[in-house]
């Protein structure tokens, strides 16, 4: 699926929507240039599980928490941005495997060494540049 984003609402809007589909478990790459609209995405998933907290770029501090809920039950979703990670073995000083529990979900942006560390592909959501300023192109292959 390709859709094209005309404002940082309609991505926070289109994130709310592809929460819908996800379940505890879930480990997604949030894939992409700097600016094309990943964390905004994110804010969209953390509307979508009704997170209070306010959300923001982990970009220097790798990880932060939110606390989601799936109908009356709780939920963690873990907020990854590996941007300024060096090697997939730091994932494994973080506690890395912590994170990935049935129990939680991980969004993860910047997601290349995750991939290196679990050796294996994840379910990716591709964020560009669109025509416009204010246009994204966001593309769904799962
Ligand atoms: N259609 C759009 N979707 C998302 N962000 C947009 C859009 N148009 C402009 N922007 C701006 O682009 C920036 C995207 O930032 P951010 O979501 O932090 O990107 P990333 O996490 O991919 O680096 C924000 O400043 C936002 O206001
Ligand atoms: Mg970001």
């Not at 941007?83 to 993860?108: K, Q």
């Amino acid at each position: 699926m390709r859709l094209v984003s005309r404002s940082e609402e309609d991505t926070v809007k289109q994130g709310e929507l592809y929460s819908a589909g996800l379940k505890a478990g879930d480990i997604i790459g949030l894939d992409g240039n700097l600016g094309t609209g990943k964390t905004q995405f994110v804010k969209g998933i953390a509307k979508g599980f009704r997170v209070r907290e306010i959300v923001n770029s982990p970009t220097f501090i790798i990880v932060n928490e939110y606390e989601g809920h799936i109908e009356n039950r709780l939920i963690k979703i873990f907020h990854f941005d590996l941007y300024r990670l060096g090697t997939p073995a730091e994932l494994g000083t973080l506690g890395f495997d912590e994170y990935t529990g049935e129990d939680s979900i991980c969004l993860i942006e910047w997601p290349d060494l995750a991939e290196k560390y679990l050796g294996k592909p994840l379910k990716k959501v591709k964020f560009s540049y669109g025509k416009g300023e204010n246009e994204r192109i966001i593309e769904i292959n799962h």
